[in-house]
């Protein structure tokens, strides 16, 4: 079976606790954890199956480890690679900007060729805009976990999304 490789980006730890529990729930022998913090472009290029993580800060930007690689982050090729996200925001302090990186980070793998998995409803959050939602605003582009007004839902949204990632990247 071939390896998923999980890069994450952290400021506070919330972002590399989450990535631990997926990697924990999806099976410590297939998830590869990275912190993009050291991470290398070329090292993407390793799995067919990828998932990208990070927290949005602020007024809608990037974690500061994956803003330092975005440049590198923007040039991988992810032709025929299936790419999972997951994002870390505050519903309700960041409002306008909930789960914003994520969405970054979606997009940039879909233009370059990826094939998006683990997309999520958005429904039990409250937010007012995201530019982590689908065009018809029903899901998530991945997994939107919110530690600071819903730390209670974090386990059971991320069993019910390792499994449709599973799934949906074809890992037993």
């Known amino acids: 079976m071939s390896k998923v ?6 400021d506070t730890g919330n972002t590399e606790r989450v990535a631990d529990l997926i990697k924990d729930k999806m099976g410590a022998d297939i998830v590869e954890v990275h912190d993009i913090a050291t991470a290398k472009a070329d090292e993407f290029a390793q799995y067919q199956n990828i998932i990208l ?3 949005t800060w602020y007024y809608g930007e990037l ?3 994956w803003d330092d690689f975005w440049e590198d982050f923007k040039g991988i090729d992810f032709s025929g690679k299936t790419v999972a996200c997951f994002g870390l925001g505050d519903q309700a302090d960041y409002s306008e900007y909930f789960l914003d990186a994520m ?3 979606h997009d940039i793998a879909v233009e370059n060729g990826a094939t998006p998995a683990g997309y999520t409803s958005t429904a039990g959050y409250e ?8 065009e018809d605003g029903e899901f998530f582009v991945g997994l939107g976990i919110d530690e600071d007004q819903q730390p209670e839902m974090t386990d059971s949204r991320i069993d019910e999304w390792v499994a449709q990632v599973k799934e949906e990247m074809g890992i037993a």
Not at 5 to 10: E, N, P, Q, R, S
Not at 127 to 134: L, N, R
């Open 5 to 10: 490789g999980l890069f994450y980006g952290t």
């Open 53 to 55: 993580g990070q927290p």
């Open 63 to 65: 974690q500061s480890s």
């Open 103 to 105: 969405g970054f980070m």
């Open 127 to 134: 937010f007012d805009e995201s530019k982590a939602v689908t």
